[in-house]
């Protein structure tokens, strides 16, 4: 039997930490799935962020929204991730229930704007100081492509760095494909 695509089983495991009325980020919106997975997650009284580097990606997640009719629960920014924290403000570090990473370039796009490591480990820090006790960070990481490699390398350093309050493994399906991306799960966890 073909493994489950990684794109769905991220969905999957954040599902499982999101409730309505939570707030979400998807810190590479791209065509907009993961970040229509996540406004639909948070329901009409929840919030998401998303964020792309390219405008045109960003039109693309806009459309997808709107066709779904739940445009009003994303605030769309144009920025780079590296900035995220001035994006989302201040005010929302321990606060966020998921944040979601899908590394690499825009599928249909410009193969040249690509996610790299300068940016995307002060991101992911960033990321993972925005999460709520019990909020969970996916990490979807390709190899397959010019820098991509060294990109996993180090997005797997800083999660193999990352002490408490996280957890972090990597979610692997049996039957996964050598050159299939790499998914990494960090968990905060619950306070006591
Ligand atoms: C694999 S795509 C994301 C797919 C998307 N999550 C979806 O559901 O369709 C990666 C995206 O990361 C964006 N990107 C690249 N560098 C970035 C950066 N430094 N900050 C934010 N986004 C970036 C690209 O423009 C591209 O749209």
């Known amino acids: 039997m073909k493994p489950r695509p990684l794109t769905d089983l991220v969905h999957e495991l954040l599902a499982a930490v999101i409730e309505p009325g939570e707030t979400a980020i998807d810190a590479t919106a791209g065509n907009g799935h993961d970040t229509l ?17 390219q405008e045109g990606a960003l039109e693309h997640t806009r459309v997808r929204l709107e066709t779904a009719g ?15 924290l ?18 690499g370039y825009l599928p249909g796009g410009d193969r040249s704007v690509v996610t790299s490591p300068a940016t995307t480990i002060p991101a992911l820090r960033t990321g993972s100081t925005l999460l709520a006790p019990g909020g969970r ?13 060294r990109e996993t390398r180090a997005v797997e350093e800083w999660c193999n760095a990352l002490g408490s309050p996280f957890t ?7 039957g996964t494909p050598e050159r299939a991306p790499r ?10």
């Open 70 to 84: 739940v445009q009003a629960r994303v605030r769309l920014r144009v920025a780079d991730h590296a900035d995220l």
């Open 137 to 149: 960070m996916t990490i979807l990481a390709y190899t397959g492509h010019d820098g991509g490699r």
């Open 37 to 53: 997975f996540l406004a639909q997650a948070v329901g009409e009284s929840g919030q998401v962020y998303a964020l792309d580097i």
């Open 168 to 174: 972090v493994r990597e979610v692997r399906p049996p």
């Open 183 to 192: 998914l990494f799960l960090v968990d905060r966890r619950e306070s006591r």
């Open 86 to 103: 001035s994006v989302v403000g201040y005010e929302l570090q321990g606060k966020v229930r998921a944040v979601t990473f899908n590394l």
